[in-house]
């Protein structure tokens, strides 16, 4: 069965430094990924998704993310964290096969939370 | 292009009551999706529609129904509300046509107390 796993419930960090909110998959077949923001009171954000090539993907705000198959992980990664990053951050990967195909399995999200 | 709207934004229910909460999507986007978001769960698909004229049940259908009105309209209703429905409701659309690659766009939600 497809799942993905988000480890950390919150990830604190400085305004300024590096952040990752990490992200695993279980899936059969070739993964298909995608990250999501949700903002306080807001619907979800589509960031970035992997689906083939380059194993680093580059996304809206600054936001990109890492594919590694070997780890089954693709985890988000901003170089300077603002404080206006502070969100919800959700992993999601495509189902594959079965009456379900190509619907979305979530994570249960990210709480990361930048300070000044 | 306002994308997904969805009505109401907020509503209280008592329990056995029945409600309709309406999205709809203006992207000219084939496939639409009800998830319902509790905390800690992240999200989980209540129905889908892959194109006008079909609905199918995803992971937790149980006391719901949805109708797909037209190809902008995909709405979800309650026939007798239960506490446990408890939740914010989300409405999202894609293109679909792409496959495994296709990207689910949302609305803002509908914040819904069953009491």
């Known amino acids: 069965a497809q799942s993905v796993a988000q480890p950390e419930d919150q990830v604190n960090v400085a305004e300024g430094n590096p952040l990752t909110v990490k992200c695993t998959y279980s899936?059969?077949?070739?993964?298909?990924l995608f990250w999501y923001v949700q903002y306080p009171n807001r619907g979800l954000q589509f960031l970035l998704k992997?689906?083939?090539?380059?194993?680093l993907v580059k996304g809206s705000y600054g936001f990109e993310a890492e594919f590694n198959k070997s780890q089954t992980s693709f985890h988000l990664k901003k170089p300077s964290a603002l404080v206006s990053d502070s969100a919800l951050y959700f992993c999601a990967v495509r189902t594959v096969g079965g009456g379900s195909q190509g619907n979305l399995i979530f994570g249960k999200g990210t709480k990361l939370s930048v300070k000044p | 292009n306002a994308g997904v709207t969805q009505t109401p934004k907020f509503q209280v229910l008592k329990t056995g009551q029945s409600m309709t909460l309406q999205c709809a999507q203006d992207m000219n986007h084939n496939s639409m999706y009800w998830y319902r978001q509790d905390p800690g769960m992240g999200l989980r698909l209540i129905y889908y529609?892959?194109?006008?004229?079909?609905?199918d049940k995803g992971e937790v259908p149980n006391g719901y129904n949805v109708s797909r009105l037209n190809k902008r309209e995909f709405s979800l209703r309650l026939e007798s509300a239960a506490p446990s429905q408890t939740s914010v409701y989300f409405c999202a659309s894609s293109v679909a046509g792409q496959g495994l690659t296709d990207t689910q766009y949302f609305g803002p939600g509908t914040r819904l107390t069953v009491l």
């Open positions: 899936v059969s077949g070739n993964p298909y």
């Open positions: 529609s892959a194109s006008e004229g079909t609905t």
């Open positions: 992997y689906i083939t090539g380059d194993n």
